[in-house]
């Protein structure tokens, strides 16, 4: 079972082996321990390889035919829609991609909050999955750019002109930003450039985050550290690979219902407009995945602390693992956090529902409110939460809450109040 | 396992039920049953048909169509016009070509392989010989309204008297379901304006829905294949999980452990 010892059965695979011991690593991938008791919000890590995976298929093609020029990008776009083979297809795929994408990230960081995934040992993962993130929002950003839409220019416009509240050399920033003194098509170019290099940029952070990941091996729904490999493991082959594969296609079906019979539903209908720098639409909003965040910007009054605002909101949950105080990792387990974690999942839903609305009158008092609530969750309830909650009592193993009733239980129990 | 099918029904639900735009002003729409709506959707074949001759009669001497070529009249999942009438259709049309041999740019009759053409050089004459206002182009129109077709079909039977406390300029005129009411095209369709080659009665009600039915087809060419292929492709994910389904269960089952 461990990887030290294994050794390729062939002559030609021990040759190969001892030279580059990619043998060792696919038996490393296939024995790798994993809790037999992960549930379904587990195989969303698997979900989103599949959604990168499918965001860069379906985005070379795409960049064979685009072009990436502010008069022929409109234009090239409704060639691939028209006349390129299974273009609508592969377009689809790709615009309804970054919406799955997004809804498979937000319950994989979600599930990660709820069973304290981002704990001692395991801080490295959550931060380079809050880097991953923040690149997929970049990437997403600049792609929804790309069509050269309505919404894409002026949303281009919106986000790149936060930088200008920075003091002094936001102006500039700006400017360095467009290629020009608006947004054209030296933004579009390099926009271009960007959104096809950063998939590439996220893959190689994915492969450190799952490297990551096998050094202490995963957490699992009790939150406890386990012996591995013992009872309390399954190989990775085959028991989580058709798990995964299971979870996967029920996602797909979620999927094809979109790209099938729903694809533009996501979208905003301003962007089969051509982009026109003389005419602002009337509203401007982003993409349903962003819009907590642009919630949070408007709800700020002042222009400069909006973007700190906003950005603090992401970057706090890089410093989450030491926010959060308490020694107990699965939420199953801490009756008091467990509340707080659903009003923060309800909160987080608000602010993006205040986010596709008008920002005023009751809308933005809401979008207030539930800004406050969003920094008070991390900054001071978390904090505190760990030193006044009353824990339940943890199982020592896995197995013991699988089968009920065993010794462990009680013996568990007793830790529990001799701590006390 | 149970929460993962509420997930998924709820995101389901909740996307199915959301119009395009939440920021919308909201506003009743006509309805009428379209044959294109629903997995099975096709276009009605006869309505795009006619759709098309209302488009070319009355939209087209004003809104252009810069993304369609005359071959996509007589391609699958379109109004299936035999070739011959597609050709016929793209003759009828003058297009500027060239320059020729001795630089000179010249007309000839259209082909499949064309452009609609334009009823304006560009949008400065397009604005200049409509007061200002730049008559969209209908290529993508269907998609890039926030309440689709239902919006269009509407807003071609919207037009009425203005209220006594509103007031018009020249040349702006009241429309129920346009966004703010005011819009700067006339009533483009009336009773009998255009004589259906199948002899359908063509008021405005069947005239809009026509026209609307044929902009749906024109945003979305290949929405017959998507829905096809859509209806295969989801019933193939559904027996393959089935089937991965049981299979989970039987390597599952040997270990004490619930799926």
Known sequence: ?420 | MKNLFKLFSIIIIITASNSYSFAAEKVEYLKTDWSFKGIFGKFDRASLQRGYQVYTEVCASCHSMKYLSYRNLAEKGGPEFSIAQAKAIAASFEVTDGPNSDGEMFTRPGKLSDKFVMPYDNVKAAQAANGGAYPPDMSVLVKARGGGVDYIYSLLQGYEEAPNDVSLDDGVYYNKFMYGNKIRMAAPLSDGLVEYGDGTNATVEQMSKDVTTFLMWSAEPHLEARHQMGFKAIVYLIILTVLVYFSMKKIWSRVESEV
Not at chain 1, 18 to 42: E, I, M, Q, V
Not at chain 1, 70 to 99: K, P, Q, T
Not at chain 1, 261 to 272: F, K, R
Not at chain 1, 296 to 313: E, F, H, Q, T
Request: glycine share 6%; charged share 10%; with cysteine.
């Open chain 1, 1 to 420: 079972m461990s990887d030290h010892d294994y050794r390729p059965k062939s002559k030609v695979g021990q040759w190969f082996n001892d030279r580059l011991p990619l043998l060792t690593l696919a038996n490393h991938l296939t024995d790798y321990p994993t809790p037999k008791n992960l549930n379904y919000w587990w195989t969303f890590g698997g979900i989103l390889t599949f959604c990168l995976i499918t965001q860069i298929v379906t985005g070379l093609t795409l960049a064979m035919h685009y072009i990436a020029h502010a008069d022929m990008a409109f234009e090239s776009v409704e060639h691939i829609m028209r006349d390129v083979n299974y273009g609508w297809l592969i377009r689809y795929i790709h615009a309804n991609g970054a919406s799955m994408f997004f809804l498979a990230v937000y319950i994989h960081i979600f599930r990660s909050l709820f069973y304290g995934s981002y704990k001692s040992p395991r801080e490295i993962i959550w931060i380079l999955g809050i880097i991953i993130y923040l690149l997929m929002m970049a990437a997403a950003f600049m792609g929804y750019v790309l069509p050269w839409g309505q919404m894409s220019f002026w949303g281009a416009t919106v986000i790149t002109n936060l930088f200008s509240a920075i003091p002094l050399v936001g102006e500039g920033i700006v400017t360095w930003l467009w290629g020009g003194y608006s947004v054209d098509n030296p933004t579009l170019t390099r926009f271009f450039t960007l959104h096809y290099l950063i998939p590439f940029l996220i893959l190689g952070l994915v492969v450190l985050h799952i490297w990551a990941l096998h050094v202490p091996g995963n957490n699992n729904p009790v939150g406890i550290d386990i012996k591995k490999p013992s009872k309390d493991t399954v190989p990775f082959h085959p028991y989580i690979v058709i798990k995964d594969g299971f979870a996967l296609l029920m996602f797909m079906i979620v999927f094809a219902f979109f790209v099938f019979y729903a694809p533009n539903i996501l979208g905003h209908a301003d962007n089969y407009i051509e982009a026109n720098p003389m005419v602002t639409p009337a509203h401007i909003v982003p993409e349903w995945y962003l819009l907590p965040f642009y919630a949070i910007l408007r709800s700020v009054p002042d222009k400069l602390l909006g973007v700190v605002a906003m950005l603090s909101a992401i970057l706090i949950l890089a410093v989450l693992p030491w926010l959060d105080t308490s020694k107990i990792r699965s939420a199953v387990f801490r009756p008091l956090y467990k509340q707080f974690y659903w009003i923060l999942v309800a909160d987080v839903l608000i602010l993006g529902y205040v986010g596709a609305m008008p920002a005023e009158g009751l809308y933005l008092l809401i979008a207030r409110v539930a800004t406050a609530y969003y920094f008070l969750h991390f900054l001071v309830i978390l904090p505190v939460l760990g030193f006044k909650e009353k824990t339940l009592p943890v199982p020592l193993s896995i197995t013991e809450p699988v089968l009920g009733g065993s010794p462990n239980l009680a013996a568990a129990r007793n830790q529990e109040s001799k701590i006390e």
